[in-house]
């Protein structure tokens, strides 16, 4: 399993403290209708885990007590939880900004005709992941079929007022690596996506994030497979990039799992280590928030992942 291995059991990698809370990012179950190689929460269509409208209710709480504006909804597909659209409703009644990282296909399967037109209603900022502009590289990660249901999802959402120009419903694309490599430039990248769906499909958005590959759960898997795993977690070291140490997203956010459990980080989540490496988990109803914002930051050699070459964060590359 890649939660035993041994760089997980000790870091080198330098000590962290949480600033000011201003994100709370939730895990609203695994449950997703694809199964992508770069995911690092494993995630799947016969994954049951969701959080539940109890939950939910607790995180509104809990985002109204400590004046948080900002929630980032993610999965698996968040979608698929029930509860979705309850959660939204009543965040943004809240004034309370949402994030939806979306894959885009699931805006073309049965029985989420509306979802689209729904995220537009509530002026959800969506960001999609689409790992490449080439149909064959997108479907070699996703799955066949992807890039057309993406695209045709792209096209949907531009025709809503998304990522058009002087809306204010925005549309940002994710970019993964299709292996054990770094990110390319994101300002760069950013051009390229532009150009070639704009003339190609239509297509237009706001920003490009481009997104390091965490060496955690079916990513992780497939570099141990493949004899890479030692490479690219020694790849990841040597790209060290202390100048953007203070801008990784751990500063500022917190990721709450399915359960309600409180971690310092998704990927924290996904390794199971404790809020600021305490002993027992730390619950939403046990969070104080005088315990919580002076906390030391759970790190391990994954961390390093964060902080190659030009960063890298859930709204991009930080350099």
């Known amino acids: 399993m890649i939660e035993t291995l041994p760089y997980l059991e000790n870091s080198t990698f330098p000590a962290l403290s949480r600033g000011n809370l201003e994100t709370l990012q939730l895990n609203l179950g695994y449950l997703c209708n694809l199964s992508c190689l770069h995911c690092h929460v494993n995630a799947g269509p016969t994954r049951t885990e969701l959080m539940s409208k109890e939950t939910i209710d607790q995180v509104l709480e809990l985002a109204a007590n400590m004046g948080v504006r900002m929630l980032d909804l993610t999965g698996g597909a968040p979608e698929m939880n029930p509860h979705f659209k309850y959660l939204v409703r009543q965040a943004t009644r809240h004034n309370i900004t949402v994030i939806d990282r979306c894959n885009l296909v699931i805006l073309e399967e049965e029985g989420y005709e509306d979802l689209a037109k729904f995220l537009a209603q509530h002026k959800v900022t969506v960001v999609a992941s689409l790992p490449c502009y080439l149909e064959e590289n997108v479907d070699k990660q996703r799955g066949n079929g992807t890039f057309k249901s993406s695209t045709i999802a792209l096209q949907r959402l531009n ?161």
């Open 159 to 319: 025709s809503l007022g998304y990522g058009q120009d002087n809306s204010e419903l925005k549309l940002d694309l994710v970019f993964n690596p299709q292996g054990a490599t770094l990110p390319p430039a994101q300002q760069a990248l950013e051009a390229s996506y532009k150009t070639h769906l704009k003339e190609q499909y239509g297509i237009v958005f706001n920003r490009l994030y481009t997104i390091t590959n965490m060496p955690i759960k079916r990513f992780g898997s497939t570099l141990i497979s493949k004899g890479e795993f030692d490479d690219y977690m020694q790849l990841l070291v040597d790209s060290y990039n202390p100048a953007i140490l203070e801008q990784v997203m751990c500063i500022n956010t917190i990721s709450i799992d399915w359960q309600g459990y409180i971690y310092d980080c998704d990927f924290n989540q996904m390794l199971d280590l404790q809020l600021a490496d305490k002993s027992v988990k730390t619950h939403i109803a046990d969070l104080l928030e005088n315990e919580l914002i002076f906390d030391n930051i759970a790190t391990r050699q994954h961390c390093y992942g964060c902080t190659a070459g030009q960063g890298s964060s859930c709204s991009g590359a930080l350099a």
